[in-house]
């Protein structure tokens, strides 16, 4: 299984299975491991990230880690690590330290949900079941603050979340729109793909894209 992170220009980033050449020969090495590729799929967002921008940072990568996603503009990347959600942010082409982020976001033992982060680094939408939400998982989001702490998770609030399950939260490059997906809401059966517009006052009431995403 591969997990695609695309940005702009012709460079992407994914996890999953992949090939190890050693000696001259090839053996099929299976683990979740940060790597890079080259005109793979379309791109769908703005600024190209160089490989060699990647090199430090992907061989201090462990067997172990997992992308959960990149921001629009390629240059804050989430990541699994140890069971825990941590970042690293591109700067003057290179990646810095790894760092796990603090139990306002990473307030269970093991972080199973999912997670987008906007184009400044600054908020991060995740997902999470605790106690005080709607029921199943609530979609949070927790913002930087001037004093370069990560705020206590705040839930999205009845327009978006349910007493049931919501996942995948996804902010577009223009960040004026943001998708999730949701068991709760009208939909067609299960887990459906909904937008939302951000504007001054909040989330607008979702829309259920229909067929032929949704079925």
């Not at 939400?133 to 370069?148: E, H, M, P, T």
């Not at 299960?190 to 949704?214: A, C, E, H, Q, R």
Request: aromatic share 10%; with cysteine.
């Amino acid at each position: 299984e591969v997990y695609l992170l695309m940005t702009g220009g012709q460079t992407q980033l994914f996890a999953g299975e992949h090939i190890e050449k050693t000696d001259h020969t090839v053996n099929n090495i299976t683990h979740e491991k940060i790597q890079r590729a080259s005109n793979m799929l379309p791109v769908i967002s703005a600024n190209a990230i160089e490989i060699a921008a990647h090199e430090k940072f992907l061989e201090a990568m462990e067997t172990q880690d997992a992308i959960i996603s990149l921001s629009g503009n390629g240059e804050h990347l989430l990541f699994c690590r140890e069971e825990q959600l941590c970042l690293t942010n591109l700067v003057n082409g290179s990646w810095g330290l790894p760092q796990k982020l603090p139990a306002a976001i990473n307030a269970t033992e093991k972080f199973e949900g999912s997670a987008c982060i906007s184009n400044d680094g600054k908020t991060i939408y995740f997902t999470m079941n605790k106690a005080g939400g709607y029921g199943g998982k609530d979609i949070y989001r927790s913002v930087l603050n001037a004093q370069d702490v990560w705020t206590e998770g705040e839930n999205l609030g009845e327009e978006i979340n349910t007493e049931w399950d919501e996942d995948g939260p996804f902010l577009n490059y223009e960040e004026n729109a943001f998708y999730f997906s949701s068991k709760g809401l009208p939909g067609y059966g299960g887990y459906d793909v909904y937008k939302s517009f951000i504007t001054p006052k909040g989330f607008s009431k979702p829309i259920n894209p229909g067929l032929p995403l949704n079925s």
